[in-house]
């Protein structure tokens, strides 16, 4: 939450000059409520069954060059799998929790796994291991744009497929 993926995402789509996909935006369109409200009527477990319905579906289409999704999706085994299978690219942006924190804080909408700071801190350890196991790392810093980071994640995507 708040590593800017969303950003970063639409800012490497222009870069490769391919289509991106927000996951989050695509379960808003497909369930006409956004996770937020998923999440909080019907609970985390429903929303990551929504969640790994809609990546199944974006990946099988293939039109989007460049997906992004949500912070805990990638912490679901069978999402990584299905990503694997299309033999995606997978990069996580690795932000300090300060900075995270700082941008959640900024967010008019609230964030329900992450209501506050001790709360979003504790998910924030939580899932860095899992982010461990993602393609390539690339740290983020706050005055680097997300122009300046889509262009890291290239080279690091360029530099994995040249190996």
Same mark, same amino acid.
């Given at each position: 939450m708040g590593s800017g993926k969303t950003t970063v995402g639409n800012a490497l789509a222009r870069l490769l000059d391919c289509r991106a996909l927000d $996951?989050? *935006?695509?379960?808003t369109e497909c369930e006409q409520r956004g996770p937020k409200e998923i999440i909080e009527q019907d609970g985390e477990e429903a929303f990551r069954r929504i969640e790994t319905r809609?990546?199944?579906? =974006?990946?099988l289409e293939a039109s989007a060059g460049v997906i992004t999704v949500g912070g805990g999706a990638w912490n679901v085994a069978e999402n990584r799998k299905l990503i694997a299978s299309q !033999?995606?690219?997978t =990069?996580?942006?690795?932000? *300090?929790?300060? $900075?995270?924190? !700082? /941008?959640?804080? *900024?967010? @008019?909408?609230? /964030?329900?796994?992450?209501?506050? /700071?001790g709360l979003a801190q504790t998910l924030?350890?939580?899932?860095?291991? =899992?982010?461990?196991? @993602?393609?390539? /790392? =690339?740290p983020v810093?706050?005055?680097? *744009?997300?122009?300046?980071?889509a262009k890291q994640v290239a080279r690091a995507a360029a530099w994995k497929a040249a190996r």
């Open positions: $996951l989050d *935006s695509f379960i809609a990546l199944r579906e =974006v990946l !033999k995606a690219f =990069v996580w942006l690795d932000p *300090s929790f300060e $900075l995270c924190w !700082k /941008r959640i804080e *900024s967010d @008019a909408e609230l /964030r329900p796994l992450a209501p506050s /700071r924030y350890a939580a899932r860095r291991p =899992v982010y461990e196991l @993602a393609n390539a /790392r =690339v810093y706050e005055n680097e *744009s997300a122009e300046e980071i």
